[in-house]
């Protein structure tokens, strides 16, 4: 079933991980895809020949560069996914990144660095895509990367904690303000995800036991089941849902600690 069939998304950070897998689930349900990445075109290339190979029938998949938080790449990146493409339908924020330290010796650089990709970008992308999807008069798809860590926190990576936060509002807020005029934005977060971002845990066998007992699934999650997700968010079949998060994370928003009365006696 081709559910997008004929829809154009553009999708940011799609070179790798969880963006790679959206792109190529989005091809397979007939969307043409732009595939943006910052650096790594190989990876891009790699990308759109997966989402060719992964078609059912015809359609376009094309490598974008840009840095998201820089605005005037964005708005370069929007002009040539529109001259390539006609128009757009479906906007996918994707792109984050993520530094490790302890709050009180974190960098000032670093700090701004996450929120500039991470939070700057996916604003940046749907202003651009909001402009589009109002001078087209049709309506549209605005999905958000986000994160477990919208509402757990996460010690020893605050700015990302800090930017998963401010997505959940940035998704709330833009779902609010264009609902009347057919414009959709949900998010859907991920949670423990084999991704070549989390390869410190994967490939560490005891590592990623300790990661997955966490969870009341028993597993990580795979970067298709979240791709899975998107694709349902943007297609029809959720034409009534706007301002939401999904979690998808095995249960781990569920406060698994819990699964023990511990806090209730025996």
Not at 35 to 58: H, K, L, M, W
Not at 163 to 187: M, P, S
Not at 207 to 233: Q, T
Request: net charge negative; charged share 20%.
């Amino acid at each position: 079933m081709e559910r997008l069939k004929g829809k154009n998304v553009l999708i940011t950070g799609a070179a790798t991980g969880i963006g790679r897998a959206v792109a190529v689930r989005f091809g397979k349900d007939g969307a043409n895809v732009g595939v943006n990445f910052y650096v790594g075109p190989e990876d891009a290339e790699e990308t759109c020949n997966q989402v060719a190979a992964a078609r059912i029938s015809d359609g376009k998949q094309v490598p974008l560069q840009a840095d998201v938080s820089d605005e005037i790449q964005v708005k370069a990146m929007f002009e040539r996914f529109i001259n390539v493409f006609g128009s757009i339908d479906i906007l996918i924020n994707n792109a984050g990144i993520q530094k490790a330290a302890e709050s009180h010796e974190m960098a000032v650089a670093d700090f701004d660095r996450v929120l500039a990709v991470n939070l700057r970008g996916p604003f940046l992308c749907s202003r651009e895509a909001l402009k589009l999807f109002l001078n087209q008069g049709r309506g549209g798809v605005i999905l958000n990367n986000s994160s477990v860590h919208e509402i757990i926190p996460k010690p020893k990576y605050l700015s990302y904690s800090v930017t998963k936060g401010g997505l959940e509002n940035l998704t709330k807020t833009l779902a609010l303000e264009y609902a009347d005029r057919g414009i959709r934005v949900n998010a859907v977060g991920p949670g423990a995800t084999v991704t070549p971002i989390n390869l410190a845990w994967i490939n560490d066998p005891a590592a990623r036991a300790e990661v997955e007992s966490h969870i009341p699934m028993g597993r990580a999650g795979a970067a298709e089941e979240m791709a899975a997700v998107f694709a349902f968010l943007a297609s029809d079949e959720a034409s009534y849902v706007t301002g939401q998060t999904i979690y998808t994370c095995g249960g781990l928003t569920l406060y698994p600690e819990f699964r023990v009365g511990w806090s209730s006696g025996k």
